[in-house]
């Protein structure tokens, strides 16, 4: 009320737009073209979701890190895309998806993340992986004693290994494909260098 008993309202605009630094507060839906300018972090108890056809484009030794929930839902024909900057010079990578310690659910499927010094890592945790495309990365996948289900996935053109394993990992591989990947398709910290043959359910490209 102002002096003159009449009545004024103030109108507030609150914008909400996706974290593209930083710690993720609240769950987040990310779609269309998200450009992420410093390594960005969903802590435990917040869950990521990235729609189909998304294309996620980071900087250079920057990287995404999953303490959360993260869930990404691509399709067969709106694949989600997680690479370097387009922006930046050829030769250019990012860190990769880091998928740290934790309880809450991480499911991917239909993604391609390529350009990066290691496409996916995980520490310690289960993960659930259905047709990745894995390509033009330093190493594809490495495990740290984690036992991820991966199912119907390409891991391609790795600069070193498809993947790579250290300390006690049990992963469950069916149906994928492994095709150029220079120092091998997989290496385990224990028996070093495994075949396709040996590693069972795989098919290859050789």
């Known amino acids: 009320t102002d002096n003159d008993d009449g009545v004024g309202t103030d109108t507030i605009i609150v914008t909400v737009t996706n974290t593209l630094s930083g710690s993720l507060v609240y769950d987040e ?3 269309g073209k998200i450009e992420l300018s410093d390594t960005v972090i969903v802590p435990a108890d917040v869950k990521l979701t990235i729609e189909p056809g998304t294309i996620v484009e980071v900087s250079p ?4 890190i999953i303490d959360g929930a993260l869930e990404i839902d691509g399709l067969n024909d709106e694949e989600v895309c997680l690479t370097v900057g387009s922006k930046y010079p050829m030769g250019s990578k990012w860190k990769g998806l880091r998928i740290n ?24 945790r289960d993960a659930y992986f259905d047709q ?16 991820p289900t991966i199912i119907n996935s390409k891991i391609i053109n790795s600069e070193l290994y498809g993947i790579k394993e250290d300390e ?16 091998g398709d997989y290496y385990d910290s224990v028996l070093t260098i ?9 098919n290859d490209g050789n």
């Open 194 to 202: 495994l075949s396709p043959v040996e590693l069972g359910g795989i």
């Open 132 to 147: 990745l495309e894995l390509t033009e990365n330093t190493v594809g996948l490495h495990l740290y004693h984690a036992s």
């Open 168 to 183: 006690d990992c049990t992963p469950v591989l069916i149906d994928n494909y492994f095709f150029s990947n220079l120092a």
């Open 101 to 124: 310690p934790g309880t809450d659910q991480v499911r991917i499927s239909n993604t391609k993340i390529t350009r990066a010094e290691r496409g996916i890592t995980v520490i310690e």
């Open 61 to 64: 030794e920057k990287e995404l």
């Open 29 to 31: 839906i990310w779609a």
